[in-house]
């Protein structure tokens, strides 16, 4: 309205000054000033009845994901589920009244093999300056995460991170509190969710295993196979076997027999079994998240192995416990035994209920992307009414109080800790091992033995 | 247990071969149309989820899958020469126009099949002992079926009339034009030759691989490594080149890093760029 009388009231002075010089200057403060109060009238319209204020009742999450990638569809398939939920409950209750949650996703690509940081930061950064979003909800790839991490305190947005495997940025809420305390962790990796005591506590295990029964492999010998990602530097170690990790093990009685990173290009892995082979190891510890590992668990299982025998694969493989990874190896799975695992176990009175219902509306048993994403949007649901604003340091003191029973277990959260802790229940304390085309429970912190073991064959 | 020298052999030979194969068809298409064909790579990708439609989606049996595989490709290769390539005169339109297929094609993956790793089941499971060393059924059967393609594409190229038109166009289009010779039927049949090449290769390596929207990049990564080792348009260079390449690959996989063995094929085309531009054989298509 106020373009149009602006764009008439021109006209009629370029009219005018095409008819009269003399009349011309007057016509023309005439036709300003005019132009100037419709402005200011409609700013104090705006102002007083704000027509988009509707609009912004609602609390956009960002979701920063590999949205083409079976982590990031099942993560936002989740994270689609609780907003139905939590505002088909009423919404999210703020100070100045009731909000609701809306999605805005952007694809980070990030299991791409190349890992295109420029993409994942770009992707970030859409998230906020086009869309709006307000708080974000994601992140798989540590190499991603760091590096948007570093723009958390310049946007002063909260970031829920879902995935990345990594205690680097937990770290850095420590070092330098100020600049990336709007980051909260929801996947292991930090320094009281590590993998890494888990999995000495499961090859310890696995060894008292073998010594007894002589159809298993000599697990005193163990093999590494990384994949060269930055998640994988704390555990394998550069190079790779020089880590504490390694250290912990030798003392434990362990020989590593071989231990190699490999490109997350990699397409044929025949000869890092030929070289495998040739020290005849019991395990083999495995550090993947990408599609190489498909191929390496198909080659494993069709690998001849005689005259040793077969090596148990295991290890951190962000994909191998994901449900789909059965039929993409097409069975060659088998055996396979990976962390972390949606094992179906009733860790929470949540756990169980939330699996069958994934199941049941999209057909495929949800990953942790998926468990983590949906437990990060109840998380940030209910620091949002403590906090009563969606205002980022007003939100990250709110989350800081969290002490939250989700679907994956107890989350806790303080100023000085900003991630998950494995010493309470927690669905990735459990190994799962796949068997005719489900993940069972093999082994779990605080079994004093491991069950349900298939040896492969 | 096998000694590393026998795993190097024959794995370095199952490279080598499937190698070669694939940058024969790069290297034809350089020598004869005189066309830099940076969407080459995205030519196998192509390959590769057109046999996981057919053969997972569709569920068609194997040799329906690779009649239509070889097919398509070569149908592709022709409509490819005469509707883009046949116009580009200078070098760097050829390179930016074919690199922008390249990404649109990609991109038009993405759309209908997702970044979703997919996975082609082995059409030849398990593994055989030979000297110790376990080899795949799967590379042995593409290697096998590599080499005999590698004859069949010699003996076109050496022994049959089209492949002494096409040495002829590769030599002097002008000269060729006289004789009685169609350039353009040429470089159109060579185009088509080139992407089915490229189709067989997808054919022979996806299924012990899984397939991504970026699997080619690397492939034409290295059909540039071979073609300036080999020389460019040189089909005995070219293979050649691929069994250094595959060796070099092997060796320093075997013997130094994993991490470095694709820095061997960069290191090899700076080497010749600098030392030899001909390529180390310095001929052409003859």
Redesign the interface.
């Known amino acids: 309205m106020v373009i149009l009388i602006s764009w008439r009231l021109l006209n009629s002075v370029a009219m005018a000054t095409a008819s009269s010089q003399k009349g011309s200057r007057r016509v023309l403060y005439i036709a300003i000033s005019v132009v100037v109060v419709v402005a200011l009238i409609a700013a104090a319209v705006l102002v007083v009845y704000n027509p988009f204020q509707q609009q912004q009742k609602e609390i956009i999450v960002g979701l920063s994901l590999?949205l083409?990638?079976?982590v990031g569809i099942h993560a936002r398939k989740a994270a689609e589920m609780a907003v139905e939920e939590i505002n088909a409950a009423g919404g999210v209750r703020l100070k100045d009244g009731v909000y609701k949650l809306r999605l805005v996703a952007e694809d980070t690509?990030e299991?791409?093999?190349?890992i295109p940081v420029d993409q994942g930061v770009a992707a970030f950064k859409r998230l906020i300056e086009v869309h709006g979003a307000q708080v974000i909800v994601g992140g798989v790839r540590t190499d991603i995460v760091v590096a948007q991490t570093q723009l958390l305190s310049q946007y002063k947005i909260v970031y829920l991170d879902i995935e990345s495997n990594q205690g680097i940025v937990e770290a850095k809420v420590k070092e330098d509190y100020e600049n990336y305390k709007y980051y909260f962790h929801f996947f292991g990796g930090g320094p009281k969710s590590s993998a890494g005591p888990l999995i000495i506590g499961f090859l310890q295990k696995l060894k008292e295993l073998s010594a007894k029964d002589p159809n298993m492999p000599d697990v005193s010998k163990v093999a590494l196979l990384a994949e060269?990602a930055l998640w994988t530097v704390g555990l394998a170690g550069r190079p790779a076997g020089n880590s504490t990790f390694f250290k912990r093990l030798a003392d434990l009685g362990f020989k590593l027999v071989y231990a190699?990173?490999?490109?997350t290009?990699?397409?044929?892995f025949?000869?890092?079994?030929?070289?495998m082979?040739?020290q005849c190891p019991g395990v083999v510890v495995f550090l993947f998240s990408?599609?190489?590992g498909?191929?390496f668990t198909?080659?494993w299982q069709?690998?001849?192995?005689?005259?040793c025998k077969k090596p148990i694969v295991f290890g951190p493989g962000l994909l191998g416990g994901f449900s789909w990874f059965w039929d993409?190896?097409?069975g060659k799975a088998q055996g396979t035994i990976w962390w972390p695992s949606t094992v179906r176990v009733s860790v929470t009175p949540k756990t169980v209920q939330f699996i069958d219902k994934f199941k049941q509306r999209y057909g495929e048993t949800p990953n942790t992307a998926a468990i983590d994403a949906y437990d990060a949007i109840y998380v940030l649901k209910e620091a949002l009414e403590r906090a009563g604003t969606w205002q980022a340091d007003e939100l990250v003191k709110a989350l800081e109080q969290t002490d939250y029973v989700g679907v994956m277990g107890r989350i806790k959260f303080s100023r000085d800790h900003h991630g998950l802790d494995f010493t309470y229940e927690n669905i990735y304390r459990y190994f799962g091992q796949w068997q005719n085309g489900e993940l069972v429970p093999v082994w779990e912190k605080d079994w004093p033995e491991i069950k349900n073991l298939l040896i492969p064959s | 247990?096998?000694e590393?020298v026998l795993?190097i052999f024959f794995?370095g030979l199952?490279?080598s071969l499937i190698f070669a194969l694939y940058s024969v068809g790069f290297s034809l298409v350089f020598g004869v149309a005189r066309v830099i064909d940076a969407a080459y790579g995205i030519w196998y990708t192509t390959a590769a989820y057109l046999i996981y439609a057919l053969a997972t989606r569709f569920l068609l049996p194997l040799p329906a899958v690779i009649v239509l595989v070889v097919a398509s490709m070569a149908a592709l290769g022709i409509s490819y020469y005469s509707i883009l390539v046949r116009g580009l005169k200078e070098r760097i339109e050829m390179i930016m126009t074919t690199f922008l297929v390249a990404l649109m094609v990609q991109y038009l993956i993405?759309a209908i099949f997702?970044?979703?790793?997919?996975?082609i089941?082995?059409l030849f499971?398990?593994?055989?002992?030979a000297f110790g060393?376990?080899?795949?059924?799967q590379?042995v059967a593409a290697a096998v079926t590599a080499f005999l393609l590698l004859l069949v594409l010699w003996y076109i190229v050496y022994r049959t009339k089209i492949g002494l038109a096409i040495r002829a166009v590769a030599q002097d289009r002008e000269a060729a034009l006289l004789m009685g010779i169609d350039p353009d039927r040429v470089m159109a049949f060579t185009l088509a030759l080139s992407c089915t090449l490229a189709g067989t290769a997808a054919l022979l390596?996806a299924p012990?691989?899984?397939i991504?929207p970026?699997?080619g990049w690397?492939m034409l990564t290295l059909a540039f490594a071979v073609v300036v080792l080999g020389g460019m348009g040189d089909f005995f260079g070219a293979i050649l080149a691929s069994f250094i390449i595959g060796y070099s690959h092997?060796l320093i996989?075997?013997l130094v890093?994993?991490?470095y063995?694709?820095a061997a094929a960069f290191v090899a085309i700076l080497l010749v760029l600098w030392l030899r531009p001909r390529g180390v054989f310095g001929r052409s298509l003859e």
């Open positions: 590999p083409t990638n079976p690509n299991m791409d093999p190349l060269n190699e990173l490999y490109p290009t990699e397409t044929d025949s000869s890092y079994l030929a070289k082979k040739a990408g599609p190489p498909i191929i198909k080659q069709d690998y001849n192995w005689a005259p993409q190896t097409g | 247990m096998a590393p795993v794995y199952i490279t993405v997702t970044n979703f790793p997919w996975s089941p082995a499971p398990g593994s055989t002992q060393v376990s080899l795949f059924n590379q390596q012990n691989s899984v991504s970026v699997m690397p092997q996989t075997n890093n994993p991490l063995s694709m």
